[in-house]
């Protein structure tokens, strides 16, 4: 069984499914979880001033999440480490992975990607392409018959 679990957590519904299915797989198996958020860096030019967020806020929203993610886990009894890093999503949370010497990377099938994930290929599916340890790609809801 997994002993090492890592949550890609972007608060996005996929990702509380995935951080669900994680915890349900911990709680099993006495494993280990981390839940990791990722800092997309900002594109080089905004189209607009107001696409900039505030550095308070975007450190407030990442609190939220790990706050999100810790109180989720202690409902279930488990207990994560949460941690938000700078980076690509995918590759972040490859080399998260790596770091930790996780054996599984649960992941939600769609996060908050969008239009780029529809044109260059989602998180999961890159995630997916470059892990060196297994990875459950919790489907979406729409995706459950």
Known sequence: MFRRILVGFDGSPGARRALHYALQLAVSS???????????????????????LA?????????RLENE?????AAAGVPLQ????????????????????ADLIVIGQHGHGGVL??????????VVDTASCSVLVVPSERHRS
Request: glycine share 2%.
């Open 30 to 52: 006495e494993s280990l979880v981390w839940a990791l958020a990722v800092k997309e860096p900002l594109p080089r030019y905004a189209a607009r001033a107001a696409e900039l």
């Open 55 to 63: 550095e308070s806020d975007v450190r407030e929203h990442f609190e």
């Open 69 to 73: 993610a810790r109180s989720e886990a």
């Open 82 to 101: 949460a941690e938000a890093v700078q980076g690509h999503a995918s590759q972040a949370i490859v080399e998260y992975a790596r770091q930790v010497n």
């Open 117 to 126: 994930d529809r044109m260059l290929g989602s998180t999961s599916d890159r």
